[in-house]
């Protein structure tokens, strides 16, 4: 943990919190809504002294959104108001605290990582396979957005970790980042073509010429809304 999110630690009320980590806040359970209410406006008044601890905030009030009832109706807003975060991240973080709770978290991840993921998944199972490939692929929280998109693309069950990038999907993308970078590291090269050579390049590469059309092609195509609970 950072010295600031030690710091944040410091501000919240002990009596009300289990433990508190950068992926999230153990609350202590049977607290009702006033008390939750009075845990959520002390971390929305700390973002003003703290503000470094953005995505920390976001998991510790995403966890005290998950754990309100009804009788904390509008809490969600009320936070957003104190911190100037978007109420439709807040309820997301929410969400994402319910679908994957801090038990069940990976501290070789960020909240960033568990944010992506609970965002697309619902279902536990794939929730912990995600988790699970994540981590040991070492992927950032960018890497694994590109994986997501592609998995919601495709409308495939989530890869089992024993066979990672067995989809024909992931076997082609990773061909073609190999390809990108050859690409890229001679771009002087190509750069300088004729033509000529063009006009060759493009009879001996039909497939590769057939690809990018297509892909070029569906790329434009207007996409349809992902419901984030799909699996």
Known sequence: M???STNLLRRLPQDMVVSAGPLGLVIRPGLGPNDLRHLAATLAGSIRVHSGTNLTLTAWLGD???QAGPGCRGLAAACAQATGFNPG????????CRRIPPSRRHDRLTWSHHY???LVCSDSGAIERWLSRAAAEQWSA???RRHLRLYLATGTNAPRLSSPTSHPVFAIMRELRATD???ANRARLWGTWTTATAQTALRDL????QFVDRLRATSLQPSQPAD???N
């Open 89 to 96: 991240t807040l309820r997301n973080a929410a969400m994402v």
């Open 228 to 230: 984030p609970s799909r």
């Open 116 to 118: 992506e993921i609970g």
């Open 142 to 144: 960018r890497d694994l």
């Open 206 to 209: 039909p497939h590769f010429v």
């Open 64 to 66: 005290i959104l998950a």
């Open 181 to 183: 970078r050859l690409l």
């Open 2 to 4: 950072t010295i600031e």
